[in-house]
């Protein structure tokens, strides 16, 4: 059957296409830039693509009559002030490009919504619901709790939280219950209930069989790893103290945090389990699901992450344009560092830059520059990287984002999402002149204002240090055993 997919480039819509190929249906992709989804999927061959921003209706491509099916699975961790009514904009677009087909399901992955009094988040996929119903095809509506899995927003700041901090003082949100779910068991469902006409215009919520505190789950994860943490919670901490905390401590946005924060006043547990008339399943436990996630981390087969999903600035710029660092306007640092050993260890090397392995001179230096970020409320340097393998376009590495990893032509391109007066790049790439092979390093700063050109030329001293010896660390780790 063919079936639509909105939100292709999601943690959860990634995964949902290669469950959907495997089952034999004809899978069509609504994107905002297919040129990102080609970047970062294995399978963009396999796959129709169609291009739609959702924030502006007139920019949807028409989408096929004749789809069977269509998950919505567009969603904002408040990447915006007012994210509620970009979500609200976001799925009232779609369901009038809906409208125009013979569609026959919408299927939306929501959060369960069982509380009186919902966080502003929660109330916002309860809003988009309502908004879905608007749709001629009939609609399904799963809701879920935390979603575990390699990558998942709770999982990473869960991990965070439990790796590096030995003793936490704690608010007493880590009290609230919920019921999480593993990622493999949410896309059994989002794949069982297509086109069964039982789960037609009805709401269900999902979960595992655990119901835990958010305190019992950091202290299970400890358990797993096998870690002593001592858990103290302080009952007198406000939001706002709590959302920082969180900014601090882990690799989320100040944005998240708060949504995060807000959220976890409710109680997310099942209270209908009408799910189970229509779909059998043995769902993993809460440990189960922890030690299949650390399966994919150390397999290096983590296939998304909500760390690469785009921040509100890319939402108007177009992410993928920026592929052509600008020249007008621009300071650069350049380097040409050459070497006599194989292209392909030296590209290895750049292409592996960032996440555990670092930025191979003066690491100390880049955290306090990340240290800095997270205090002036930018992303810091805690994200890390998706995969220590892997790269694409549009993963994060620590607080940069991926614009270019080209194998082919050996080039990385990068993006800097850090707080800055104006815009910064720093491209590799490996450049051949007649019987010489350098390593090419460039980096490129846009000023903003006065204050962008002193910024720049303050940082000078530094970069003269930072870049090279970062150029011949490259093109020598590996070889020197180092």
Known sequence: MKVLLAGANGYIGTRLISVLLEQGH???????????????????????????????????????????????????????????????????????????????????????????????????????????????????????????????????????????????????????????????????????????????????????????????????????????????????????????????????????AQSLVDSMKNETIMKNHDIDDIVKRDCLTYEEALKLAFNKIEQNSIVSSWKDALNNGYLTSGFMDQIKVPQNGT???????????????????????????GWYYWDWIWSIRGFLDKLFGGVGSRRGRTSNVNISAGDVIDFWRVLLADTINNRLLLYAEMKLPGEAWLEFKIIKRQDQTFLSQIATFRPRGLWGRAYWYLMWPFHLFIFKGMAKRIVNFGEDNS
Request: overall charge positive; aromatic content about 10%.
């Open 331 to 357: 300071l650069e640092y350049k380097i040409k560092q050459p070497f006599k050993r194989n292209s392909a260890d030296v590209l290895k090397n750049f292409m592996a830059i960032g996440g555990n392995r």
């Open 26 to 256: 004809n899978v069509i992709c609504l994107v905002r830039d297919k040129r990102r989804f080609h970047e970062q999927n294995d399978y963009s061959d396999r796959v129709t693509l169609l291009t739609g921003d959702l924030l502006k209706e007139q920019g949807i491509e028409a989408i096929p009559d004749d789809i069977d099916a269509a998950y919505y699975l567009v969603h904002s961790m408040a990447q915006a002030d007012d994210f509620a009514a970009l979500e609200a904009l976001s799925a009232h677009s779609f369901v009038q490009a809906i409208n125009k087909t013979n569609c026959k399901q919408v299927i939306y992955l929501s959060g369960i919504t069982n509380d009186t009094h919902l966080s502003n988040h929660l109330q916002s996929r309860r809003h988009v619901e309502d908004v879905l119903k608007e749709c001629k095809a009939a609609l399904t509506v799963l809701r879920a709790a935390i979603i575990i899995g390699s990558g998942s927003s709770s999982f990473e700041i869960i991990r965070d939280l439990t790796e590096k901090l030995p003793i936490m003082t704690v608010p007493r949100w880590v009290n609230t219950k919920c019921q999480p779910i593993a990622i493999r068991d949410v896309l059994g469902y989002l794949s069982a209930v297509l086109l069964n006409e039982r789960s037609f215009n009805r709401t269900f919520d999902i979960g595992g069989p655990d119901i835990l505190t958010f305190k019992q789950m950091m202290l299970t994860y400890a358990k797993v790893r096998k870690l002593k943490r001592y858990i103290v919670t302080i009952p007198f901490l406000s939001p706002k103290i709590s959302s920082y905390w969180l900014y601090f401590v882990t690799s989320t946005s100040y944005s998240l």
